[in-house]
């Protein structure tokens, strides 16, 4: 295996990992899905491969690790020994508080709460993440959403169904196209405004 890299694979790990989402969204079928799965875990095998050549951990080495974080950032559900608990949290927002707070005590070099957000993220998606991390940090994210409400509302109302969301979106991007802009590049670049809005970045 020595021509694969952890570099060289993860083009074809992101790539798995959208064809999972899209046989989801489409409806594809069960049988579709356990291949796509399937695809997604040959990624993990190979990259745990390949730090198992180097010496640095194995798959079995994942899997105890997943279930530890889960078993550590999910108190609400297991115990220490990684069974059940007798009850569990009411609310779903019960839930998310006591895991943002496990994650937090986990990783407390992460100061800011969009740290750990990747920044490969597409934009689109990376937008969703950071409003979910400043509204769950009780940020002052409104300020920012209102301002995409307005500027929309100026010019049409905001559809109530996903698919016309979508052609929305798409006619923007081609709007976009038609007067030399790259739809992409110009939401980074208020993802970055809206981060730098909500005050110093801490040094980690």
């Given at each position: 295996m020595g021509a694969l890299t952890h570099e060289s694979l993860v083009e074809y790990l992101l790539e798995e990992a959208y064809e999972v989402a899209e046989t989801i969204e489409t409806g594809a079928g069960d049988a579709e899905l356990q291949s796509e799965l399937?695809?997604?875990l040959l990624q993990v095998v190979l990259h745990a491969r390949l730090a198992e050549e180097r010496g640095a951990?194995?798959?079995g080495d994942v899997a105890r690790g997943l279930k530890a974080k889960m078993i550590r950032r999910n108190p609400h559900v297991f115990r220490p020994d990684g069974s059940l608990q007798d009850s569990f949290p009411a609310t779903v927002e019960e839930i998310v508080l006591k895991w943002d707070a496990v994650k937090k005590a986990e990783r407390p070099e992460r100061g800011h709460?969009?740290?750990g957000v990747?920044?490969?993220?597409?934009?689109?998606a990376r937008a969703q993440k950071?409003?979910?991390r400043a509204e769950r940090a009780g940020m002052a994210a409104a300020a920012g959403q209102t301002a995409a409400r307005t500027a929309v509302g100026t010019a049409v109302d905001l559809p109530a169904a996903e698919e016309e969301l979508g052609d929305l979106l798409f006619g923007i991007v081609a709007a976009a196209r038609a007067g030399g802009l790259d739809a992409e590049r110009a939401l980074r670049g208020a993802l970055r405004r809206f981060q730098d809005s909500t005050g110093p970045r801490p040094s980690a």
């Amino acid at each position: 295996m020595g021509a694969l890299t952890h570099e060289s694979l993860v083009e074809y790990l992101l790539e798995e990992a959208y064809e999972v989402a899209e046989t989801i969204e489409t409806g594809a079928g069960d049988a579709e899905l356990q291949s796509e799965l399937g695809d997604v875990l040959l990624q993990v095998v190979l990259h745990a491969r390949l730090a198992e050549e180097r010496g640095a951990f194995d798959l079995g080495d994942v899997a105890r690790g997943l279930k530890a974080k889960m078993i550590r950032r999910n108190p609400h559900v297991f115990r220490p020994d990684g069974s059940l608990q007798d009850s569990f949290p009411a609310t779903v927002e019960e839930i998310v508080l006591k895991w943002d707070a496990v994650k937090k005590a986990e990783r407390p070099e992460r100061g800011h709460v969009f740290d750990g957000v990747p920044a490969a993220l597409p934009a689109l998606a990376r937008a969703q993440k950071l409003l979910d991390r400043a509204e769950r940090a009780g940020m002052a994210a409104a300020a920012g959403q209102t301002a995409a409400r307005t500027a929309v509302g100026t010019a049409v109302d905001l559809p109530a169904a996903e698919e016309e969301l979508g052609d929305l979106l798409f006619g923007i991007v081609a709007a976009a196209r038609a007067g030399g802009l790259d739809a992409e590049r110009a939401l980074r670049g208020a993802l970055r405004r809206f981060q730098d809005s909500t005050g110093p970045r801490p040094s980690a």
